[in-house]
Each structure stands twice: as structure tokens, then as C-alpha cells.
């Protein structure tokens, strides 16, 4: 059957905008949760937390603790987790592997990278009742060198709309779009019934995906699509500044911090 949440978030397709956010921790989540349709525990942690120039080295067991963590701090929103690379190499692999998130998470849905090359893969965890959300269009798992752009050739385009009709067709409940040319992305958009989730990917999108470390200004970053919507950054060095200065004086701990 059908999680409530997830059909409501398809429900949403061509009516209102679908929020999405990373989240790698409890406390980043609970607030994340109060705003989002969909709690993303991306493997994108491995760059912003781990300083990994790939999302190759992301292991099952970072995505699994850190996921344990974003659990505890959802209370409505849909808890979604990448799957790293390597651990869905064929279905049996990444049933087992998904299941192990599920179990240890209890998240209710599992993302991973690609299209037809992993047909065969997505409608094992499909028909193994697991929700699965696409992603097409740039695959970090995959991607050698800069990070490109897709779908501007038409050979791309071409491509791009058959994987996502594809993914549709399989059963997955929605499709990140990252880096799709805008056209291409208003294409897809328009070509299926499930949403599309854009990351640099147009407006044109049925929601929009960031990795919140960005928005928020925590994570420095030069990527064109991503805005800062916030500075946290420098809340964080007022806070500590004003800690050292007080420590310094004397001034804390007064007595009402004090046993
Ligand atoms: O890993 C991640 O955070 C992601 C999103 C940015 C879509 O896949």
C-alpha cells in the first residue's frame, strides 16, 4: 500500500510547490521538518561534512548513522535516504542493503542514482514494497571531472525524458532533476505524472531540493545554483565570541550557571 505521505506529496504535482531539504543530523531535521514535504538524508554529507571531493566514499554506515540521527528529529515530513554508491550493484545487493537502512532508520523511502542502467534494480525494491525516489540528470555518484550541466544536446534531452519515463513507469514516486537544462526539465515535467524535484534544475520543477548546509550559509560553496538564504555563520562566530569574551572576563559562569 502506498504511504499517506507519499500520495499526498504526488498530490501535489501541478498544484503547489514540494519542499525539499537535506538533513544530516537531529537538530538540522526538526526544524527542516516544520517546513518540508520531504526530509532528504543525501550523500552529499560525504563533500559537506567530510570534506570528501566524492560521494563515492560515503559508506552504508555514514548514511545509516547519520540517518538514525535525522530520525529522531522528524516528526511529519517524509524521511527519504540515498543509497551510496556501491550498494546497489544488483537487485539482491540492493534489496539487502535497502532493507538494512530501512530496519536500522525507519526511514520510508530510498533514493538512488540512475535510469534504465538500473531498471531492473529499482523494480526489485518496487516490488519489494520499497518507495524509491529517481534521480536523474547530473549523478554525483557517477560523474567524472567538473560537473556539467545535462540535457542540453538533443540526444541528452532525448534520453534524459525516456529514463524519466521509464522511472514513472516502474513505480518510483518522484524524480530529482539535478543540473537539467530548463527546457529539458519543463519537458519532463510536463511528459509524467509523478513530480520532478529540481536541484539547478529550473523553476519549472514540481519542487525544488537544497542542500541546507548551503542555503543557510554553512557550508561555503560556488556551485551557480545554489543561493544563500541565510547566514548562520556568522550567528555561530557571534555566540562563541561572546562565550570566549565572558570566559575571559570572569563573567561567565555567574552564579545562576553555577551549582
Ligand atoms: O546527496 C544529496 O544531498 C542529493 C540532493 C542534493 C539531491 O542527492
Known amino acids: 500500500m502506498i504511504n499517506k505521505k507519499i500520495k499526498k506529496i504526488i498530490s501535489k504535482k501541478n498544484k503547489t510547490k514540494i519542499i525539499c531539504l537535506t538533513a ?14 520531504i526530509t ?12 570528501y571531493n566524492t560521494t563515492r566514499k560515503v559508506t552504508l554506515n555514514n548514511m545509516i548513522e547519520h540517518s538514525k540521527s535525522v530520525r529522531m528529529g ?8 540515498d543509497m ?3 550498494t546497489y550493484r544488483n537487485k539482491n545487493e540492493c534489496l539487502k542493503n535497502a532493507k538494512k537502512i530501512i530496519q536500522q ?7 538512488l542514482e540512475g535510469g534504465k542502467k538500473i531498471k531492473n534494480i529499482i523494480n526489485h525494491l518496487i516490488k519489494n514494497r520499497i518507495p524509491v525516489m529517481g534521480h536523474l540528470g547530473l549523478l554525483p555518484q557517477s560523474a567524472k571531472g567538473k560537473f556539467k550541466s545535462k ?4 540526444k541528452e534531452k532525448k534520453q534524459l525524458l525516456k529514463d524519466a519515463k521509464l522511472l514513472e513507469k516502474i513505480g518510483a514516486f518522484s524524480i530529482v532533476l539535478e543540473c537539467v537544462e530548463t527546457k529539458t526539465a519543463k519537458l519532463i515535467t510536463n511528459s509524467i505524472k509523478i513530480p520532478t524535484i529540481g536541484i539547478g534544475s529550473s523553476s519549472y520543477c514540481d519542487g525544488q531540493v537544497l542542500v541546507t548546509d ?17 547566514n548562520i555563520k556568522k550567528e555561530i562566530t557571534r555566540g562563541i565570541k561572546k562565550f ?13 550557571y553555577s551549582y
Open 24 to 37: 544530516y543530523s537531529k537538530n538540522f531535521a526538526s526544524e527542516i521538518d516544520k517546513y518540508a514535504d
Open 40 to 51: 532528504l538524508v543525501g550523500d552529499s554529507l560525504g563533500s559537506v561534512l567530510y570534506n
Open 74 to 81: 522528524i516528526k511529519k515530513s517524509l524521511m527519504v535516504v
Open 84 to 86: 551510496p554508491y556501491q
Open 105 to 111: 532508520t525507519k526511514c520510508e523511502a530510498i533514493k
Open 151 to 154: 540535457g542540453k544536446s538533443e
Open 214 to 230: 548551503d542555503l543557510v550559509g554553512l557550508n561555503e560553496t560556488k556551485i551557480k545554483f545554489v543561493k544563500k538564504f541565510a
Open 244 to 256: 570566549k569574551s565572558e570566559v575571559i572576563k570572569g563573567k561567565y559562569p555567574s552564579k545562576k
